[in-house]
């Protein structure tokens, strides 16, 4: 069974850049039809698609926070990564990574992290 | 964008009884209707996928309902385990949307 997991600071302070990793164990992700998501939830409110990488590399993000994420694979490590550059208290909130299965959509989720932006 | 409205956002149940939460879209989005339950501190759990596909291993209890704007989720003869945070998400266009979710407290 795919299990996912993510990793990274805790805290991170205004105007930088927020950096997370997730791995995978349990499948490859550079192999089969699927693509892998980043997905977040600030508290109190409803989930947010950041964006998603393909098995190939090529990406689709979230028009509203395009102009600053990258999300980037190391399939050497069976890991892909997302950076959110100047980050406000907006961006606080729990940061998922998933599995997209063929129809584009989620079916398996990491537990999260609790990504906090504060000086 | 498609904004899904879910509702309700908490409600309470008793073991045995019926719930229906509802998802509502605000275009078509034919049948791109997934949804999950998550408790705290674990991963989300897949459970309908394309509407009405119960995802394997997850109990009959769970059924899901709908095409184009109006979706359920319905959960038959409640368990005390069944007490979980449910959401859905449309992957029909970009940006996948999820719903604002309902927190179901068991009694």
């Known amino acids: 069974q795919v299990q996912l997991q993510e990793s990274g600071p805790g805290l991170v302070k205004p105007s930088q850049t927020l950096s997370l990793t997730c791995t995978v164990s349990g499948g490859s992700i550079s192999s089969g039809s699927y693509s892998w998501s980043w997905i977040r939830q600030p508290a109190g409110k409803g989930l947010e698609w950041i964006g998603r990488?393909?098995?190939?590399?090529?990406?689709n993000y979230n028009p509203s926070l395009k102009s600053r994420l990258t999300i980037s694979a190391d399939t050497s490590k069976n890991q892909f990564s997302l950076k959110l550059s100047s980050v406000t208290a907006a961006d606080t909130a729990v940061y998922y990574c998933?599995?997209?299965?063929?129809?584009?959509?989620?079916?398996?989720w990491g537990q999260g992290t609790l990504v906090t932006v504060s000086s | 964008e498609t904004t899904l409205t879910q509702s309700p956002a908490f409600m309470s149940a008793t073991p045995g009884d019926k719930v229906n939460i509802s998802c509502k879209a605000s275009q078509d989005i034919d049948d791109d209707m997934n949804w999950y339950q998550q408790k705290p501190g674990e991963a989300a759990i897949f459970i309908i996928q394309e509407a009405t596909t119960l995802v394997p291993g997850i109990p009959p209890r769970f059924s899901g309902s709908g095409y184009g704007t109006d979706f359920t989720l319905t959960i038959n003869n409640i368990e005390a385990e069944d007490a979980a945070y449910y959401f859905c998400l449309q992957h029909d266009n970009f940006p996948l949307t999820f719903g604002q979710g309902t927190k179901l407290e068991i009694k």
């Open positions: 998933a599995r997209d299965a063929g129809a584009g959509a989620p079916d398996y």
């Open positions: 990488i393909y098995t190939s590399g090529s990406t």
